[in-house]
């Protein structure tokens, strides 16, 4: 079955308090994953920018641009956080872009995981 993406709005509704029926389940636990990848990211970005000195593209290379200055580091820990960053995406990118992603509710729970994993070993670092 196809995502309505009509949905969204239903929840953008809800979100603001102005909400006239409820949104899907369909439609929350996308953006739970979207969220998840986000949270993570951002923390990721942010402790690049303030704890290294780093000059952070202000387009969509960031998230690849942040994953990579991970991924080359020697660090296990650091290794580990850009292969997490990776599978946020991909899952984020899922939800984000096609009709259809069976397992919603798996893959929420998979996303919320590892985007604490990310934010808990960026917090060791």
């Known amino acids: 079955?196809?995502?309505e993406w009509l949905e969204y709005l239903n929840l953008a509704r809800e979100l603001a308090g102005k909400a006239t029926a409820p949104a899907n389940?369909?439609?929350k636990l996308r953006a739970a994953i979207s969220r998840a990848y986000y949270a993570a990211f951002i923390k990721a970005r942010n402790y690049l920018r303030d704890s290294e000195g780093l000059s952070i593209p202000k387009t969509g290379e960031a998230h690849r641009y942040v994953q990579q200055q991970f991924a080359i580091s020697p660090d296990r820990t650091r290794k580990k956080i850009a292969?997490?960053?990776r599978y946020l995406r991909s899952y984020r990118r899922k939800v984000d872009y096609d009709d259809a992603v069976?397992?919603?509710?798996?893959i929420a729970l998979i996303?919320?995981?590892i985007s604490k994993k990310v934010i808990s070993d960026l917090s060791s670092l």
């Not at 069976?102 to 798996?106: A, E, F, I």
């Open 1 to 3: 079955m196809t995502f």
């Open 25 to 27: 389940q369909e439609a």
């Open 83 to 85: 292969e997490n960053l």
């Open 102 to 106: 069976p397992g919603l509710s798996g």
């Open 111 to 113: 996303a919320i995981g």
